[in-house]
Nanobody
Framework: QVQLVESGGGLVQAGGSLRLSCAAS????????MSWYRQAPGKQRELVAD???????NYAETVKGRFTISRDNARNPAYLQMNSLKPEATAVYYC???????????????WGQGTQVTVSS
């Protein structure tokens, strides 16, 4: 099984910064990507950013230029550096791991427990 441990959420004023961390325990898995999603009250969960095992990144248009996803290597956590935060970024942020168990054909998604980010105006 894959276990994801998130940290780094909290309360910050508009314009401030936070860094989220997601540590993945995925022994016996081949990683495709790690991602951050968020879900605001009354809204659907949406992709914020993802990073492939090869280091290719992708961002939602609403966070481009302000958020940075990174991961040094398979043994290190994935980080989401969030700068110039806006009140509309308030949401529960979820870490996602997509990978394939060795010997299996299809990859699977695993989710962290979520961490609250609140941006006050």
């Amino acid at each position: 099984q894959v276990q994801l441990v998130e940290s780094g959420g909290g309360l910050v004023q508009a314009g401030g910064s936070l860094r989220l961390s997601c540590a993945a325990s995925a022994t016996g898995f081949m990683t495709n990507s790690m991602s951050w999603y968020r879900q605001a009250p009354g809204k659907q969960r949406e992709l914020v950013a993802d990073i492939t095992e090869g280091g290719r990144t992708n961002y939602a248009e609403t966070v481009k230029g302000r958020f940075t996803i990174s991961r040094d290597n398979a043994r290190n956590p994935a980080y989401l550096q969030m700068n110039s935060l806006k009140p509309e970024a308030t949401a529960v942020y979820y870490c996602n791991y997509n990978g394939r168990r060795e010997g299996w054909k299809l990859p699977m998604d695993y989710w962290g427990q979520g961490t609250q980010v609140t941006v006050s105006s």
